[in-house]
């Protein structure tokens, strides 16, 4: 496909899912707003995705746009 969209017949994509709920991934995603802190905009991360990658205040994480509408959050230790 142009849009660089990639379709996984119904198997692969059970077969996906399994891998995804083996890794404790599935149910992760969460919609959040961007507030403001000061003079600074915030994205608040859930309490589940915050317990699953060990987050925990004060702790450094690496922040970048890998697009217009990507924004890739890395844990930097």
């Not at 859930?46 to 890395?74: C, D, T, W």
Request: aromatic share 6%; proline share 1%; with cysteine.
């Amino acid at each position: 496909m142009k849009c660089g969209e990639e379709l996984f017949d119904e198997k692969t994509s059970d077969r996906i899912d399994e891998v995804a709920k083996k890794k404790g991934l599935w149910g992760l995603a969460a919609r959040t707003k961007v507030g403001k802190v000061g003079t600074s905009i915030a994205v608040t991360i859930n309490k589940s995705i915050a317990q699953f990658m060990n987050l925990q205040k004060g702790k450094e994480v690496y922040v970048h746009p890998e697009s217009k509408r990507k924004l890739v959050i890395e844990l930097t230790s």
